[in-house]
């Protein structure tokens, strides 16, 4: 059987994300099970602010791109920073661009196994937000994995190279990165 494809993604574009941390660090312990693992950072993307009248004159470059690497992967490791309790613009945004279903084609969701990772700075580590995402890509036809991650405490969580420094939480983002790669590798 061929390695699973796995886009991780973070809702942020702030360019110290912790969130963006926290899924670098779950596709590199993906790549450890032999997964092909691509990194898409969003705030490498020219995404305009979701608008039908500019999709009716064709669906920008980069939300394009990124819709056609969500549709070609297998699973999904998203991160998904918290805002008053729920969802990033940013993501919000990419979701919609992506989940826009050219005639013919599979919509980028439908069938992705997808596992969710949370942090920030507060004592909840973003968990509010992830019932959210959760609702979101449930509903777009996306397999969310039940068991999900919240780290709280952002600011304590990352050493100088951004990797997660306490080997409990460590040992967290790699199980479930693992578990996500088995999963997709079961569905494929
Ligand atoms: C508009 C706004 C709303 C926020 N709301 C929450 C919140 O509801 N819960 C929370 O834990 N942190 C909240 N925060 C703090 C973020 O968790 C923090 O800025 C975090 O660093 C964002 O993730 P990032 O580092 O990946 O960009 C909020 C921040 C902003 C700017």
């Not at 991780?8 to 596709?27: D, P, T, V, Y």
């Not at 705030?43 to 056609?68: C, S």
């Not at 998904?80 to 969802?87: A, F, L, Q, R, W």
């Amino acid at each position: 059987m061929s390695a699973p494809k796995i886009i991780a993604l973070a809702g942020s574009l702030r360019k110290e994300s912790f969130n963006q941390k926290l899924i670098n660090e779950a596709a590199r312990f993906a790549l450890q099970t032999g997964a092909e693992v691509e990194v898409i950072q969003l705030n490498e993307l020219d995404i305009p602010l979701f608008n039908e009248d500019i999709e009716a004159q064709g669906t920008p470059a980069d939300a394009q791109r990124l819709k056609d690497k969500l549709r070609s992967a297998d699973g999904i490791l998203l991160a998904s920073p918290e805002y008053n309790g729920s969802i990033t613009a940013p993501l919000k945004n990419a979701i919609d661009w992506a989940s826009r279903t050219e005639q013919g084609a599979v919509p980028a969701f439908r069938n992705k196994v997808v596992a969710l990772f949370a942090t920030s700075p507060g004592g909840l580590g973003g968990l509010r937000g992830l019932n959210h995402v959760r609702d979101i890509l449930s509903g777009i036809g996306s397999l969310v994995l039940a068991d999900q991650l919240a780290v709280p405490s952002a600011f304590s969580v990352f050493d100088d190279n951004g990797q997660v420094s306490d080997p409990e939480i460590a040992d967290k983002v790699s199980s479930l990165a693992h578990q996500l790669v088995s999963v997709a590798s079961k569905l494929k």
